[in-house]
């Protein structure tokens, strides 16, 4: 309007069909809102036409449901309005500028047309759509794992390298046993080559025919490292305790940063290391854990622990993920998942079958039932299940930090009630016995040498829906109307 002298209908009618607005997460301090006198004195032209913006979105709200029986109509001003409370909402900004929505896996965008956003969806339904994400093959195979990759060009072609569904061809290897024997010496040796990165950069020896248990993300308590480091704890005590049981090797690998000003995922890094420095230089362990913590986790470093993986934890509250993506990168490399079914977990799982995966932990739905009747309390698990109890007071007990105190934060916001934040407000003491067991499925798996070469290669055989390329067509076809070039090379 003010560069190029257009109408109001027409410069809106052009940002509308322009902008398209994709939701990567559901988490409240992502979905940003900023003080008006704030946007105020610092867009002051922008800070109009979005109050225009506004008023006319609130009429047409009005217009719409006014006189419509048992709807509330300032109810959905408070829940839809751009400006509201002091606030600009910049989500909701989005959406009303924008000819589209959508999430990035079917049971986020479920959840964003359910609850999240579900007065915008039921008043404009139309904009709303599903874009599960991909990941490039090209580098988290081709260039990272040229072993793997080489061995899948031998026996399929190559024509996965640009249309990854082409991976389903080796369905038909994923019995024949020279397949299996193949599949795992590639990973053993891309375990060795971590390994070696280890020890080089850590000063840990750890054994490349042990499990390799890997979860690497950005640190979050919602992607729950906390749950996967406090069972590693009780493992630790349960070893001390019973030094004959028998317990098949396993190394855990963990890889993440956390944001600059948020204390307790800054703490929950510093548990990971206290942890690995004592049962990584204890005798009485004898090797059977090892604890990892890889530093400055970064797309170069996830090339060289992807490659290796046996497992994948995708161990994230349910419903609070929006999709994931090195749940996929992992899957492409023969990594086995273990997960709940939270973002795109539920996606790989109906592409691998859950008798190649390991579920666990309470449902989106149930997550969501407990946050909406407020019926849950920790300290009942924690006074019930020894083995939740023995994990939670080594927090305290000096185990892993000679000041006691180091560490009381973690072990109070998983009891207590802390400012805001609910006692376990991502449910990691309900989902404890439920994940131990499920870890307990992953050894015995393990050790069944056919039976987790088959896994393992039945899950890069299944990973062709995840591929950047068909997230980008989908995109292209159904959001942006785009035709397709044809480019000439001469």
Sequence with gaps: MDEYYLPWDEAWHITTNTCCYTNHTIMAEALEKW????????????????????????????????????????????????????????????????????????????????????????????????????????????????????????????????????????????????????????????KERLAAYIYEHNGVKVDPKSIFDVQVKRLHEYKRQLLNILTVMYKYHDIKTHPAKDVYPKTYIFGAKAAAGYLTAKLTIKLINSVAEVINNDPDIKGKIKVVFIEDYRVSKAELIFAAADVSEQISTASKE?????????????????????????????????????????????????????????????????????????????????????????????LHKVGSNKADQYFILKDFESYMEAQKRISDAYADKKRWAKMALMNTACCGKFSSDRTIQEYVDEVWHLDKLQVEIK
């Excluded at 407020?374 to 000041?403: C, R």
């Design 322 to 414: 929006a999709s994931g993506t090195g749940n996929m990168k992992m899957m492409l490399n023969g990594a086995v998942t273990l997960g709940t079914l939270d973002g795109a977990n539920v996606e790989i799982v109906n592409e691998v079958g859950e008798e190649n995966a390991f579920i666990f932990g309470l449902s989106s739905q149930e997550v969501m039932d407990y946050e909406r009747n407020g019926n849950y309390n920790p300290m009942d698990i924690y006074n019930s299940d020894p083995n939740v109890k023995i994990a939670l007071d080594m927090l305290i007990d000096g185990t892993f930090s000679k000041d006691k105190e180091l560490f009381r934060p973690l072990y109070d916001c998983l």
């Design 35 to 190: 003080p008006v006198d704030l946007f105020q004195r610092l867009l002051p032209r922008i800070y109009q036409i979005v109050d225009e913006i506004n008023r006319r979105f609130v009429d047409q709200i009005m217009r719409q449901y006014s006189g419509s029986a048992g709807i509330d109509v300032q109810a959905k001003i408070r829940s839809m309005a751009i400006l509201y409370d002091n606030q600009v909402k910049m989500a909701h900004l989005a959406i009303v500028g924008g000819h589209s929505v959508n999430g990035v896996a079917k049971l986020h965008t479920e959840i964003l047309k359910k609850r999240e956003l579900k007065d915008f969806y039921e008043m404009m339904p139309e904009k709303f759509n599903n874009k599960t994400n991909g990941i490039t093959q090209r580098r988290f195979l081709m260039h990272a794992n040229p072993l793997l990759a080489d061995w899948v060009t031998e026996k399929i072609g190559d024509e996965w390298i640009t249309d990854l569904s082409q991976m389903d061809k080796l369905k038909d290897f994923v019995n024949d046993k020279k397949a299996q024997t193949e599949f795992m010496e590639i990973k053993l040796k891309n």
